[in-house]
């Protein structure tokens, strides 16, 4: 053999069976990819929604990153992600698959914070000690997996699972569909407008959209089984000084992890894991991803036999599983039409345009749409911003925002008769609205919290 590692050979060219066509296609079903499948079908679209792995969730349910987080504005002290997100809280709740704490709970009393910090909902972003309870909800992610399947056959978007997307088919500048690899051979799904929610820029780097590469910690996160929580809380709060020796030792052990490395989840004596992490990898490369699981799954191992021996309540732990998808947080971001920046961030720059929300800021129509190429919307956490932005900025409730106004202005491009470079964004907006999005705009309103937060039982008695 004389061939050379990074060698180029030609494949040959083959004819591809169009399998399917849409108005929209949707690529990735992950939080933003749900989102934006959800609300271009509620707006009267055809959509078709692609995704490799054989559930829906992506990091939300395949990732198992089980706290959604950064939907409560400190400043303004309201939730600023509804919509879509919310619909998923509420419905996960209804069957006993997410907890969160109610709006008497928020805030900071520490006898909250001892109720709550294991669930991860409190506002991690706050100087004060100890961090204020505020809105966020930890789930199950089959949960998640279920609700999102009823809400996609409720709607009659037609789901096609186990197809990897390969390629973008671009003719002078717009894209007219995609081509997935399957256990069949290559497919095409044509459509009028695709939708980027890979998270890994996928389809607009393909179609030759211009990007950044940006490059963040990888985690194989994972769940133990066998916690008695009760007692590894209680030996917590009431021996401080000697949990944190143990704890201290296991964070060794796990090679890198969070202030928490491990939080409740709504079953019991299961928590999850987000940890170990892995720096200097790249999402994109076989090998790095390779070596993330492998690695990953050593320090794994090495922490549960350390915890059954030395930490409370961890005496008869065990692995349950490790993520089917790997804690990628960072990899390609677009260059759209707008790049948001930290300083848009801290500063909670507010634009004309906006059409979503996160923790305390906001989005413009511009973070959706890439440069050059037409028919092409991108949301999740590959949206156009710089890579430190990314990182403040990249939670799953602003994902699934930006998905939701994706959907909208796809549906809203189409029953105009103009591409999605040309939508008019007021009718965007107010169609979020419409439908309990908040896209903080000028004109949104200040909407109170939902129902099912309220304390409503306490409400009732007094
Ligand atoms: C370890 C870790 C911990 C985190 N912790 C939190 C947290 O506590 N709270 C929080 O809110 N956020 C957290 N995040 C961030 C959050 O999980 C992600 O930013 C968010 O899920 C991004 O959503 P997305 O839809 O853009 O992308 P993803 O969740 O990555 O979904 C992308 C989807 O596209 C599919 N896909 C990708 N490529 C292809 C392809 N070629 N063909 C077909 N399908 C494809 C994937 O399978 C997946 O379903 C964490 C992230 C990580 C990695």
Redesign the pocket.
């Known amino acids: 053999m004389h061939t050379k590692i990074n060698d180029w050979i030609q494949e040959s060219a083959h004819d591809v069976r169009i399998a399917a066509t849409a108005q929209v296609v949707v690529?990735?079903?992950?939080?933003?990819?749900l989102s934006a499948a959800v609300a271009a079908a509620r707006n009267g679209a055809e959509v078709i929604l692609?995704?490799?792995?054989n559930h829906?969730?992506?990091?939300?349910a395949?990732?198992m990153?089980l706290?959604?987080?950064?939907m409560w504005d400190s400043h303004r002290q309201e939730i600023s992600v509804r919509g879509n997100c919310m619909t998923m809280i509420e419905r996960m709740a209804a069957l006993g698959l997410a907890m969160f704490p109610k709006d008497h709970e928020w805030g900071g009393d520490p006898e909250m914070y001892k109720r709550w910090a294991r669930w991860?909902t409190f506002d991690f972003h706050s100087k004060t000690t100890p961090h204020p309870i505020c809105f966020a909800a930890a789930f199950d992610p089959d949960g998640w997996k279920r609700v999102a399947l009823e809400m996609v056959a409720e709607l009659g978007i037609k789901l096609r699972l186990h197809?990897?997307?390969?390629r973008t088919l671009v003719e002078d500048g717009k894209v007219k569909g995609v081509i997935?690899d399957t256990k069949n051979g290559r497919e095409a799904i044509l459509a009028d407008v695709v939708i980027d929610?890979?998270?890994?820029l996928?389809v607009a780097a393909s179609a030759g959209a211009p990007h950044t590469g940006g490059n963040y910690i990888v985690?194989t996160?994972f769940r133990l089984g066998g916690v008695d929580t009760e007692t590894a809380e209680r030996f917590e709060q009431e021996e401080p000084e000697k949990f944190a020796e143990i704890d201290r030792q296991a964070k060794r052990v796990l090679g890198g992890s969070w202030a928490y490395w491990w939080l409740k989840t709504p079953l019991p004596g299961i928590v999850w894991c987000?940890c170990p992490h892995i720096p200097g990898l790249d999402g994109t490369k076989v090998e790095d991803l390779t070596l993330a699981e492998v690695k990953g799954r050593t320090h794994i191992h090495a922490l549960v036999d350390y915890v059954r021996q030395n930490m409370p309540g961890f005496e008869n732990c065990h692995v349950i599983d490790v993520a089917p998808?790997t804690?990628?947080?960072q990899t390609r971001l677009l260059e759209g039409e707008y790049v948001m920046t930290k300083e848009d961030l801290a500063q909670r720059t507010r634009f004309d345009d906006s059409i979503a929300r996160g923790r305390d800021y906001y989005m413009p129509y511009g973070v959706l749409l890439p440069k050059v190429i037409d028919n092409l919307l991108v949301?999740?956490?590959?949206y156009s911003a710089t890579s430190q932005a990314q990182k403040m900025s990249?939670?799953?409730?602003p994902?699934m925002a930006m998905?939701e106004a994706a959907g909208v202005a796809a549906a809203v491009a189409l029953s105009s008769g103009v591409t999605v470079r040309n939508v008019d964004v007021a009718t965007v907006q107010r169609l979020l609205l419409a439908q309990g999005a908040d896209p903080g705009h000028d004109g949104s309103a200040r909407l109170a919290v939902p129902p099912f937060i309220r304390n409503t039982a306490a409400q009732e008695a007094a």
Not at 50 to 53: A, G, I, K, S, V
Not at 67 to 70: I, T
Not at 394 to 397: A, F, H, L, M, Q
């Open positions: 690529v990735g079903g992950g939080p933003a990819g692609l995704e490799r792995y829906l969730g992506g990091l939300a395949g990732g990153v706290v959604l987080d950064d991860g197809s990897w997307f390969s997935c929610t890979t998270g890994d996928d985690t996160v987000n998808q804690g990628v947080r949301a999740g956490r590959h990249r939670e799953i409730p994902c998905g």
